[in-house]
């Protein structure tokens, strides 16, 4: 059985719930949300050992019988009340704990999702897997943002370090009048890398590789920039695609959104690896199954480093 | 040159600190960077230059750095809102770090990794590794219910710790009528001697401590084979420097916690000398061409 944490209400999470009932797999499906009204959890570990339960709708389920997880827990939204966010917190951090600790696989383990909370951190991974890697500064000081944009004749981007608030954005000349504002805290300014952009599922030892065309500064939000967006699904040359399992296997994941764009160079440059890739968005555009590719990943535990 | 991160008041940065002083080597203790610190930083990569470190007027040779200490980073919420600002540059400056500290080619003391954890119950994840060097991990029962809870503590014996899921102090329980739920942690508590054990550098330093978990009694000398073990185990988990919690028994030797950021409390003057030029010894060291 494979237990999914998350809300029916998610794209991806509605879209695996959907797959798995097609193909009649079984599986126990537990939104977080409900934790301590819905369902309750406890388990126990002895001598490496893990026993315990789920109590959900007057059912008990052993976790024995879970035989791996899929999560996406959902922030929690900044107009929660005080009481729901401190419940939520526990919820949070009760499910954390399962899912550093239960032997079976889950996707993905927050350890291993944690790399994508420092981009720097995660971009010295993807390095070391052979992917190229667009110049950047961490700053808080004006004059090296300054610096760094006459240095890339202003072809630089800006984004967050961490997963909060990242949205890439281009920056401008006019952007030079408000650099000061970097000393309130860091911020991650790229060298812009013209090419094409490839986003490629990784699920577990199956790629899923997607082309994008758009003239928008972060193809996700073209819509916002009133640019436009077409995609479809392509294969990749082979060694890329050694380099997307590869990273994918180095941080521990068994589904990731690894962004790449092929420069105008011909080099391969990698952005980063998502441990919560929207597939259901992308699959919606080509066709591909990436769902499915989860699932079998899921089962047969692939990818866990 | 050392760095250490560490928060004012620090007291094993503050012995670094001294013992360096004494050698004539040059070490600085920076608070960790937040919202308004003085702390002004700029890192290129791939890195055709060394980073940009100021604080407080000070400029840092970087590729002078010869160690880095740890003791504190920005530490982000547990639950963050996107709409504060200060949540947000926490988050950002604790990014920033973790990626620097990451890329320096100098000793850093447990360099930082996003998401360790080696706290109960994540440790549980880590049982392996305890097992493999002949240590154990004491039972562990997470639950929200308190007759799960209760449960528990009569299959345990007379007494567990309680840990709460969240932010509060654990504290040990031994009455099953004060477990009156919540989500938590319970730890099993054996009869046996109470160690708090420091291992750093491949060198172990204990102390016995009362069985309250935190009324300190007199130094101790440690067993050679669970110093030995102790070590092993550090070495496994891939760190320089780990705080455990041992009871030794009939049962062997049980691990009730375990710290990569150590609280550093001692009361005897051998095991604060010991880890702290324990420490240097790591921190002192020749320069690497490459991370760790």
């Excluded at chain 1, 959890?41 to 789920?54: F, I, N, T």
């Excluded at chain 1, 599922?201 to 997607?210: D, F, K, L, N, S």
Aim: proline share 6%.
């Amino acid at each position: 059985m494979i237990l999914i944490l998350g809300a029916l209400g998610d794209s991806g999470i509605g879209h695996l719930v959907h797959r798995l009932l097609d193909r009649k797999h079984r599986f126990l499906l537990l939104d977080p949300r409900d934790h301590a009204r819905g369902f309750e959890m406890s388990w126990e570990m002895e001598r490496g050992d893990m026993v315990g339960c789920l109590r959900h709708g007057g059912a008990v389920t052993p976790l024995a019988e879970v035989g791996a997880v899929y999560v996406h827990l959902l922030p929690v939204p900044d107009n929660t009340e005080e009481e729901n966010r401190s419940r939520l917190a526990t919820t949070h951090a009760l499910l954390h704990a399962y899912l550093e600790s239960t032997p079976v696989p889950v996707c993905n383990r927050p350890s291993c999702s944690a790399t994508n909370f420092s981009k720097t951190y995660q971009q010295q991974v993807i390095a070391a897997t052979g992917f190229a890697v667009p110049r950047t500064l961490v700053t808080n000081q004006p004059d090296a943002a300054g610096d760094f944009f006459e240095q890339c004749q202003g072809r630089v981007i800006y984004k967050s370090l961490s997963s909060i608030r990242s949205i890439v954005r281009r920056m401008t000349r006019s952007d030079l009048g408000r650099l000061d504002l970097l000393s309130g805290g860091p911020t991650q300014f790229q060298e812009w890398v013209p090419g094409t952009d490839f986003r490629v599922h990784v699920m577990g030892a199956r790629v899923y590789p997607t082309e994008i065309a758009s003239d928008a500064t972060d193809y996700r939000y073209s819509n916002r920039e009133g640019a436009t967006r077409t995609m479809r699904g392509v294969l990749l040359p082979e060694e890329v695609t050694k380099r997307c399992l590869k990273l994918s296997f180095a941080l521990g994941l068994i589904a990731a959104g690894v962004d790449l764009r092929r420069g105008l160079d011909g080099r391969w440059y990698c952005f980063e690896a998502n441990p919560n890739p929207a597939f259901a968005f992308y699959e919606q555009f080509t066709g591909q199954r990436i769902a499915d590719g989860l699932i079998d990943a899921l089962l047969d535990g692939q990818g866990q480093g | 040159m050392v760095i250490i991160f560490a928060a004012p008041g620090d007291g094993l940065a503050a012995d670094v600190r001294e013992k360096m002083d004494e050698k004539g080597r040059e070490c600085r203790v920076i608070p960790p960077p937040g919202p308004g610190s003085s702390f002004k930083f700029s890192w290129e990569l791939p890195a055709p230059a060394p980073a940009r470190i100021e604080w407080d007027g000070q400029r840092f040779p970087v590729d002078k750095i010869r160690g880095v200490l740890v003791r504190a980073l920005p530490e982000p919420p547990q639950e963050i809102s996107a709409d504060s600002d200060r949540d947000y540059l926490c988050i950002e400056w604790h990014a920033a770090l973790l990626g620097w500290l990451q890329s320096v080619t100098a000793a850093v003391v447990n360099r930082p990794k996003p998401g360790r954890s080696l706290r109960l119950p994540n440790l549980c994840a880590h049982s392996e590794k305890f097992r493999t060097v002949g240590l154990q991990l004491a039972p562990v029962l997470v639950t929200d219910s308190v007759s799960e809870a209760r449960g528990f503590f009569r299959r345990c014996g007379r007494s567990v710790l309680v840990m709460p899921a969240c932010a509060g102090r654990t504290v040990r329980v031994e009455d099953e009528e004060a477990l009156l739920g919540g989500a938590c942690c319970l730890i099993a508590v054996p009869d046996g001697v109470w160690r708090r054990i420091h291992v750093v550098d491949g060198e172990a330093f204990a102390e016995i401590i009362g069985d309250d978990g935190r009324q300190l009694s007199a130094g101790d000398a440690l067993p050679e084979s669970l110093a030995r073990r102790c070590c092993t185990l550090v070495k496994l988990l891939d760190l320089d420097f780990l705080e455990l919690l041992v009871v030794s028994g009939n049962g062997g030797d049980v691990v009730l916690g375990a710290e990569d950021l150590p609280g550093a409390v001692f009361n005897n003057a051998v095991s604060r000398d010991g880890v702290a030029g324990a420490l240097i010894r790591i921190l002192d060291a020749p320069r690497r061409e490459t991370p760790q």
